[in-house]
Nanobody
Framework: QVQLVESGGGSVQAGGSLRLSCAVS????????MGWFRQAPGKEREGVAY????????LYASSVKGRFTAARDNAKNTLYLQMNSLKPGDAAMYYC??????????????????WGQGTQVTVSS
């Protein structure tokens, strides 16, 4: 029973910051690369950030690079997404997901087999 529980979403003004957390249980956390995804109403789910099993490599969507930072604390089985300089276009439901492929890092969405329920981020202009 793999569980991923996101938290930290909320409503912020443009230019503000939020830190999302994803608590993971039911797997050996440091064996899995992880990803953050988001989905706005009427739009497809898109990858936002990816992090390797050990946390030493990260990849970001061009739209968030330089503003968002993914990190993980393997001792706490927790994944983070620090979001700075938020824009209205960042408003979405944010999901964390587990890579089941055992890759060091992956951006292939089909590799992500376990998903959280999401946490809502709203950004007002």
């Amino acid at each position: 029973q793999v569980q991923l529980v996101e938290s930290g979403g909320g409503s912020v003004q443009a230019g503000g910051s939020l830190r999302l957390s994803c608590a993971v249980s039911g797997l050996t956390f440091d064996d899995h690369a992880m990803g953050w995804f988001r989905q706005a109403p009427g739009k497809e789910r898109e990858g936002v950030a990816y992090i390797s099993r050990g946390g030493t490599r990260t990849l970001y969507a061009s739209s968030v690079k330089g503003r968002f930072t993914a990190a993980r604390d393997n001792a706490k089985n927790t994944l983070y997404l620090q979001m700075n300089s938020l824009k209205p276009g960042d408003a979405a439901m944010y999901y964390c997901a587990e890579d089941a492929s055992r890759s060091v890092i992956t951006t292939t969405i089909s590799d992500f087999r376990s998903w959280g329920q999401g946490t809502q981020v709203t950004v007002s202009s």
